[in-house]
């Protein structure tokens, strides 16, 4: 009889379960074969299972050892079954008796050579699909169990070495469980608070706007005049991401390999800059592993594209279908995989190559030829996704010297939770959780307008040659103006305002 445990792959972002089989015998000494479409990281678990095996005081078979990961058409990737593997050899070769009863319980974990375990990624997601599955408990490196346990009701054990899962099993020591813990969620990287940006109003509100409803936002103004400064600040006006999208969010960085959060759960709001050299495989995602890229990483949280000009133009034209659906589809030869993307875009640029077009200050040195070429980088389909359009002039030297602190971000941010709080109760029955994500179905339901307002919007609809895209986002936009100031109409006012973040850009052109 062959042995047969439970592991699990990551597949995207979820896993799917395997059945790791090992057999011995038939064939000549020292042969060992691992089967099942396994990666590089998955044929190299036989030196590390050999040697992890030999140096927890167990004996590796001297006969031939075939591993099967089932089912075969499945791809696998990296180093977390070298735990499931050797528990099987362990188990075929007589060290875990027959009488104990495996099959309700799930091995993943790297082995370095000694025998000690090495976390992996993607150990919430295994968490998850083992609890799906029916298993009642999850074995892993002791580094990855607080993560695992934010799955809840699977019992997860922290292991740190080969022996001691061994003696556990055989129920010669016992090792305690990962207790679970409520996590505190928070948000607020207090040194780029927004009081300390002198005046620019205009930009405040429209971010207020920006973080209720979230929705995508564009500032162009000369060097100095503080977008960046700006950008860096938005994080901490919006609302605390809830345990189910930090649950979302930390699936994500835990399979990227990028999870550094002592308890396992990404608490805050993703802030994601990539620089302007960044690939499309680096923005998107991709790979031979398909791995989430920065807008993935960015999920529920900012993507703030500095210089985006400075953007290569298939980079930017990558990003269409996210911006539009939240999702970004990686096509591999194993099929299609999809990565969550629902960000709030925040880009910033020059008005023109010296920057200066514009300014009342200074004279733009730029030919008229120059400037329409470095607005054609950015194409018209990825504008027209951009929902806020801004100016941002330079701040007159009064304005920086005054004294007066500015509103602090804790009192706008009060704000855009309460209008948060609205859109809630208005998708408590959707899969939106924020305006902007609004299907146009729904912002039909939703953004009902008096005859007044809807006169506003034919007159606008045909003055600035508005694309459908651009009405159902300026109705999704007046609804967050509407939101945050708690009313349930959309006045004309509301609407003009949302109107005037889109119509004034001199860069739809
Ligand atoms: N409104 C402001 N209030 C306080 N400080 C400001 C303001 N605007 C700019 N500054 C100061 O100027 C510095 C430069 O601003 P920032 O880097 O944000 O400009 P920018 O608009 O991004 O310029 P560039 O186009 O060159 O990238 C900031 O670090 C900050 O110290
Ligand atoms: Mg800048």
Redesign the pocket.
């Known amino acids: 009889m062959f042995s047969k445990i439970f592991s699990a792959a990551v597949v995207g972002l979820d896993a799917e379960m395997v059945e790791v089989e090992a057999d011995t015998g038939g064939g000549e000494h020292g042969f060992f074969t691992v089967v099942g479409l396994p990666d590089k990281a998955v044929t190299e678990a036989r030196e590390r299972v050999r040697s992890a095996i030999k140096n927890s005081s167990f004996d590796f078979p001297r006969v031939k050892v075939t591993v099967n990961l089932a089912p075969a058409y499945l791809p696998k990737h990296g180093p977390a079954f070298d735990l499931p593997i050797a528990v099987s050899i362990l188990r075929k070769n007589g060290y875990l008796d027959e009488k104990i009863n495996l099959n309700d319980f799930v091995f993943t974990g790297e082995l370095a050579l000694n025998g000690d375990l090495r976390p992996i990624t993607g150990a919430l997601s295994i968490a998850l699909c083992a609890q799906q599955a029916g298993k009642t408990c999850l074995f892993l490196p002791e580094e990855n169990a607080a993560e695992a346990k934010l799955a809840r009701e699977i019992k997860v054990i922290p292991l740190k070495n080969l022996l001691q899962l061994i003696l556990h099993l055989r129920g010669e020591i016992a090792i305690p469980e990962q207790p679970y813990r409520d996590p505190e969620l928070y948000n607020i990287p207090i040194e780029f608070d927004m009081q300390h940006v002198k005046g620019q109003e205009h930009i405040k509100r429209a971010m207020e706007i920006a973080a209720a409803g979230g929705h995508n936002l564009l500032m162009f103004g000369p060097?100095g005049s503080g977008?960046?400064m700006l950008a860096k600040t938005f994080p901490s006006i919006l609302p605390d991401l809830s345990f189910a999208e930090a649950l979302e969010v930390t699936k994500i960085y835990s399979v990227s390999g990028k999870l550094r959060e002592k308890n396992g759960l990404v608490k805050s709001r993703p802030f994601r800059a990539p620089h302007h050299t960044a690939s499309s495989a680096a923005l998107v995602g991709g790979g031979a592993v398909p791995t989430p890229g920065e807008i993935s990483l960015a999920h529920r949280g900012v993507l703030f594209l500095?210089?985006f000009a400075e953007f290569p133009r298939p980079v930017l034209e990558a990003m269409r279908q996210p911006l539009e659906d939240g999702v970004i589809t990686v096509s591999r030869a194993a099929g299609h995989l999809e990565f969550p993307a629902k960000f709030i875009l925040i880009a910033?640029m020059n008005p023109c190559p010296c920057g200066y077009y514009g300014d009342r200050g200074r004279n733009c040195s730029c030919s008229a030829i120059q400037i329409q070429n470095y607005r054609k980088k950015i194409s018209g389909p990825i504008l027209d996704r951009i929902d806020m359009h801004l100016e941002v002039p330079r701040v007159e030297f009064k304005k920086l010297a005054e004294e007066i602190p500015a509103e602090n971000s804790a009192a706008i941010r009060e704000r855009v939770t309460k209008a948060r709080a609205i859109q809630a109760e208005r998708f408590k029955n959707d899969k939106f959780i924020a305006n902007a994500e609004m299907s146009s179905e729904k912002v039909r339901q939703c953004c009902a307008l008096n005859d007044e307002a809807k006169k506003l919007i034919a007159a606008a609809v045909s003055s600035l040659n508005l694309s459908a895209r651009a009405y159902f986002r300026i109705l999704k936009l007046a609804r967050t103006i509407a939101d945050l100031e708690e009313k349930r109409e959309i006045s004309p006012t509301h609407l003009a305002e949302a109107l005037q973040y889109r119509e004034k850009s001199s860069l739809d052109k």
Do not use: R
Request: hydrophobic share 0%; no cysteine; net charge negative.
């Open positions: 060097p977008k960046t500095d210089e910033s």
